[in-house]
């Protein structure tokens, strides 16, 4: 599969074969990449609400009134769901929502994910992601020749400091290690920008059994 290079001032573009780069073809991949973005989703999810029921609300045991002679329902208990302030029915309790998800399914979703930007065209090489100088203004001029529109996820080894100082005041531009790189971070952002020494990282991982 033949993905974007370009140049570390992003003024030259080419298209070139990645040795070893993971190109899933037909639905490989699809359910193991929705099972890893359910189970983020649910592993975010706090589980902290509580509800009292008619065990915990403060009142009572005391029957409110006689049984028969007052032409009102029969009550045994103020705390009762039906009353006000009594116990909530069948309510929420905290509980664990998180799921686990083996290795294997993280690798193939994050292959999968992968392969998805690259057919759709949203997957790019860059020869080294550097700047000369730390300037916002400069770096963003280069960005909007090169990606006019949508968030941009940046992939290096590790970030030169001109290029941490003048990307990260940039609102759609985000940085991540290869080796932090999962699936969730390639299908929330428009564009996926790795570098030369980041994507060999990345196809290295995924081509090992024992990640």
Known sequence: MKLKF?????????ESDVPGFVSLEGDKGVAALKQYLVALG???????????????????????YRQ???GMARHGSKRSPIW?????VFGPKPRDYSQKVNRQVKRLALARALSDKALEGSLS???KLI????KTKKFNAILEKAFASGSILFVDDNFSTNFVLASRNIGRVFMIDSHSLNAFDVVRHRNVIVS??????????????KE
């Open 196 to 209: 030369d020494d980041a994507m060999k990282a990345i196809v290295a991982r995924l081509a090992d059994n």
């Open 6 to 14: 370009y140049g570390s001032d992003f003024s030259s573009c080419s």
């Open 68 to 70: 028969k002679g007052t």
């Open 125 to 127: 090489v860059v020869d």
């Open 42 to 64: 649910a592993n975010l999810r706090q589980g902290n609400a509580c509800a009292k029921d008619r065990g915990d609300v403060s009142g009572t045991g005391k029957k409110p």
């Open 84 to 88: 006000a302030g009594g116990g909530v």
């Open 131 to 134: 700047c000369d100088e730390p």
